[in-house]
């Protein structure tokens, strides 16, 4: 049997997206050799992708829910029982990223006229908002 190195682990696992046991098996299963080693785990179909393996998947699932959560989320400016506008939290956020000047000045004299942000979801992108209103008004 070859002498396995720490090096050789790192290459099989950093080529085959396997864990430490793993790519000392293969390994050892064919004497050291790396691209037996290789040949090994993707007969035995243990060579995981990358991405699967990545954080990538992991973050666009985080993306993806917090865009739901937005989506879920209700922007509601409203004066006593008069509503002037209740739109999804996203639309909101584009719209005053994209009309950033004239919307802070229209938020600023709605709110000096008495009329109150509020927003609605069974989430807690509503509730962490809600709070920290609070908390600013107090």
């Given at each position: 049997?070859?002498?396995?190195?720490?090096e050789?682990i790192?290459?099989?696992?950093?080529?085959?997206?396997v864990?430490?046991?793993?790519?000392?098996?293969?390994?050892?299963?064919?004497?050291?050799?790396?691209?037996?080693?290789?040949?090994?785990l993707?007969?035995?179909?243990?060579?995981?992708?990358?991405?699967?393996?990545?954080?990538?998947t992991?973050?666009?699932?985080?993306?993806?829910?917090?865009?739901?959560?937005?989506?879920?989320?209700?922007?509601?400016?409203?004066?006593?029982?008069?509503?002037?506008?209740?739109?999804?939290?996203?639309?909101?956020?584009?719209?005053?990223?994209?009309?950033?000047?004239?919307?802070?000045?229209?938020?600023?004299?709605?709110?000096?006229?008495?009329?109150?942000?509020?927003?609605?979801?069974?989430?807690?992108?509503?509730?962490?908002?809600?709070?920290?209103?609070?908390?600013?008004?107090?």
């Open positions: 049997m070859g002498t396995i190195t720490i050789q790192d290459l099989i696992m950093e080529r085959a997206n864990s430490y046991a793993e790519a000392k098996a293969a390994l050892e299963q064919t004497n050291g050799d790396v691209v037996e080693a290789l040949l090994y993707e007969k035995e179909q243990k060579i995981k992708s990358k991405a699967s393996g990545s954080g990538f992991k973050k666009s699932e985080k993306v993806t829910s917090f865009i739901e959560k937005l989506n879920a989320t209700s922007f509601i400016m409203r004066r006593k029982e008069r509503t002037f506008i209740d739109v999804p939290l996203s639309l909101a956020i584009i719209l005053i990223l994209c009309t950033i000047h004239v919307s802070a000045a229209a938020i600023l004299i709605a709110l000096i006229c008495g009329v109150k942000l509020e927003f609605k979801g069974e989430n807690d992108i509503a509730e962490k908002i809600n709070t920290t209103i609070d908390h600013i008004n107090k």
